[in-house]
């Protein structure tokens, strides 16, 4: 037997704060599909905005090249939804547009820096086989423990973004 939980969770926060928060900081103009699509959940738009803002807007590794890695993790998903719409963000950034087709195909670019590279590596290796020990290890003695700590986050959250987007079947965002 369980019991649902009352709303009174002890703190308040306003869902159009954190709207705003999302327009703001990514700079669309609007809320993208996978934020707007959990607005009856308060909780959990919060939570897949807090996320996505902490682990792809800040942090050690540069945004475009998380971005790529959501491209490649979203591809090996077969997840059409985060890897349209960080084509779209890398293309507003100015990455070229060699490398976002060889991106959308779901290749891996040559000549990239060896960082970049080998986080885009990792990023593929870890999203076909998540306990693979040896995609961490394809990092280790290049990156920072903190970096790496951050590559494993960039990973799970897109793996988590390809779930969300699939199961709710959210569409691409007019861009």
């Known amino acids: 037997f369980c019991t649902w939980p009352s709303r009174g969770l002890g703190y308040a926060f306003s869902m159009e704060s954190v709207r705003q928060e999302i327009e703001r900081e990514l700079g669309f103009g609007l809320v993208p599909n996978v ?12 939570g897949l905005w807090k996320a996505f803002r902490h682990i792809v807007l800040r942090g050690l590794l540069p945004r475009t090249v998380k971005e790529m890695m959501g491209v490649v993790v979203s591809h090996e998903n077969r997840s059409p939804y985060a890897k349209g719409v960080h084509l779209h963000a890398l293309m507003v950034q100015g990455v070229e547009g060699a490398l976002l087709e060889t991106l959308a195909k779901g290749e891996l670019p040559e000549g990239l820096p060896g960082k970049t590279g080998l ?51 959210i569409p691409l965002d007019p861009l």
């Open 35 to 46: 934020f707007a699509y959990a607005d009856p959940a308060p909780e959990a738009q919060t």
């Open 119 to 169: 986080l885009l590596r990792f990023a593929q290796t870890a999203a076909r086989n998540p306990r693979d020990p040896a995609a961490v290890g394809l990092l280790q003695g290049q990156f920072s423990p903190g970096e790496i700590a951050e590559a494993v986050a960039v990973v799970a959250l897109f793996q988590m973004v390809n779930a969300w987007t699939d199961l709710r079947g």
